[in-house]
C-alpha cells in the first residue's frame, strides 16, 4: 500500500502488522546488536495480489529460497532460487524453473527437497552449483509403505537417524472410526507405525504443523498442534522409540492462544529445535514460547498488546537456541533482531538486527514490506522482505543476513 512520506505511515504500519503478525515485543536485550545491510535482490514480486515467496533453508554452501506467482496463461508457476553468502550481503544468484507444486510442497531435509504427492512423492538434489537436479522417486517408497494403515496421504515432515531416513505420512484412517492418522515410516525392518492409532481420537483429529526430529542422543521425536476451538490451539510432543517408532512418551500443553502462527501453518513461527533434545518454539497470544514437554514452557518474548511478536525463525547453534523476531513502531519502522537465548530461565541477548527498508520507487511514494521470512545459515540468518507493487511496477525483494 503506497503512502505520503508525511501522512500515510500510521496506515502503512498497520498493513505491514497484518501482514507479518508482529508487533512491540520485550525481551532482555543487553547487549548493542551487530547491524546489517540490505541487498536488493535479482527477483522482482508483488506479495499482494498471489504472489509469495519462501526461504527453504541452508544446504550446498547456499541459501535457497522460492518465488510462487502467476504464468500469463493463470497456471501457478514456481522458480527457485539460491544464493551465496558474502558478510551480511547475498550474491551469485542462481535460478531454477519449477512448477508451484514443487515450490509450495516441498521441505528441506539435508541438501534435497522433498516433495510430497498422494502418488508420487519425489525428491531433489540442491546442487553446489546453485540448481535443482532433478526429479526422482524417493527411496523406499515411503508413500506407498504407509497405505497399509492409511487411505491416500502426503508426506507432511522427515529425519534422518544415522543412515536412515523417517517420514512422517499423514492421510486417512483406514480403521472404522475413520478421520485422520499419522503414520512414521520405517521400521528397520521396512514396517509403518501408526502413531495416532495409540494417542488420539481419530475421528476428532486435525494435525497441524507436524515435525519429525532427532536430538544429538538420537532420540526421535514428533511434534504437532491441534485446533481446540476458534483462536485456541494445543500443542504435543511425542519421544518414538527408534526402532518400533512406537510412542513412550506423550506430553501436550494447552490450550493457547493462537499467536499469528504455532500451528496455523506449515511456516517457522512453529519450530521444532534439537540440540540434546527438541524443543518447541512457538508464537502465542502471551508471546514466543519454548517447550521442551516439561512443564510450562519457557517465555522467551512477551508481547504487548495484540497481534503476538512475530517470530520468524528459530534454530539451536550448539547449546544454545537463537531466534529471529520482528519488532515496529510507527515511528521508527520495522526492525529484524536475532537474539539468543541465555539462560533456560528465559531472557534473550540480541546478536544482530537491521532495520527492514522502506521502498521508494517514486517521489511521493513510500511502500512498507508486507512480507517477512528468515531461516538459519552457519553465519547466521537469512532474512528476505517483499513489497506489494507500485502501480504496474513490481518492486524487488530485499535480503539481508543477521550476522553473529
Given amino acids: 500500500m503506497p503512502s505520503s512520506r508525511n501522512s500515510g505511515a500510521t ?26 545491510q540490505w541487498t536488493k535482490l535479482p527477483v522482482t514480486i508483488d506479495v499482494t495480489s ?6 527453504l533453508g541452508w544446504a550446498s554452501g547456499r541459501i535457497w529460497f522460492g518465488v510462487g506467482s502467476q504464468a500469463s496463461s493463470g497456471t501457478p508457476v514456481g522458480t527457485i532460487w539460491s544464493a551465496r553468502l558474502s558478510g551480511s550481503h547475498l550474491t551469485s544468484f542462481v535460478s531454477s ?75 486417512g484412517a483406514k480403521s472404522a472410526a475413520g478421520g485422520t492418522s499419522v503414520v512414521v515410516c520405517c521400521t528397520p525392518s521396512g514396517e509403518p507405525t501408526d502413531v495416532a492409532s495409540a494417542l488420539v481420537n ?13 536430538d544429538a542422543k538420537g532420540r526421535v521425536w514428533l511434534a504437532w498442534a491441534e485446533t481446540v476451538n476458534a483462536g485456541l490451539l494445543s500443542v504435543h510432543l511425542v519421544e518414538l522409540d527408534a526402532a518400533t517408532l512406537a510412542p513412550t512418551v506423550t506430553k501436550s500443553y494447552g490450550p493457547a492462544g493462537n499467536g499469528g502462527g504455532g500451528g496455523s501453518q506449515a511456516s517457522d513461527s512453529f519450530t521444532l529445535a534439537c540440540s540434546d533434545t527438541c524443543h518447541l518454539v512457538f508464537s502465542s497470544r502471551t508471546g514466543i514460547l519454548d517447550w521442551d514437554g516439561n512443564g510450562a514452557p519457557v517465555k522467551l518474548v512477551a508481547t504487548r498488546g495484540v497481534p503476538g511478536p512475530g517470530l520468524l525463525a528459530a534454530a539451536y547453534v550448539g547449546q544454545r537456541l537463537e531466534i529471529v523476531t520482528t519488532k515496529g513502531s510507527g515511528d521508527y519502522g520495522w526492525q529484524v533482531i536475532a537474539s539468543r537465548e541465555a539462560t533456560r530461565a528465559g531472557g534473550l541477548a540480541a546478536i544482530a538486527s537491521a532495520a527492514v527498508p522502506r521502498a521508494a520507487p517514486h517521489p511521493n511514494e513510500t511502500y512498507f514490506a508486507q512480507a517477512l521470512r528468515a531461516a538459519p545459515t552457519p553465519t547466521g540468518f537469512v532474512t528476505l522482505a517483499g513489497y506489494p507493487a507500485s502501480g504496474r511496477q513490481l518492486l524487488p525483494l530485499v535480503g539481508t543476513v543477521l550476522r553473529k
Fill in 97 to 171: 524453473r519449477v512448477t508451484d507444486d514443487q515450490l509450495g510442497q516441498s521441505f528441506l531435509l539435508g541438501s534435497r527437497l522433498i516433495q510430497s504427492f498422494t502418488k508420487d512423492a519425489r525428491t531433489a538434489a540442491l546442487l553446489p552449483s546453485g540448481k535443482v537436479g532433478p526429479w526422482v522417486p524417493i527411496p523406499g517408497d515411503p508413500i506407498g509403505v504407509a497405505q497399509q494403515l492409511l487411505l491416500g496421504g502426503e508426506v507432511q515432515s522427515g529425519a534422518t537417524l544415522g543412515a536412515r531416513a523417517l517420514w512422517v505420512v499423514v492421510g
Fill in 50 to 55: 498471489g504472489n509469495w515467496f519462501r526461504i
Fill in 202 to 214: 481419530k475421528l476428532k483429529f486435525v494435525p497441524l504443523s507436524v515435525r519429525l526430529g532427532v
Fill in 11 to 36: 496506515l502503512a504500519v498497520i498493513a505491514v502488522a497484518a501482514a507479518i503478525g508482529a508487533s512491540a515485543v520485550s525481551g532482555a536485550h543487553g547487549t548493542v546488536p551487530r547491524p546489517s
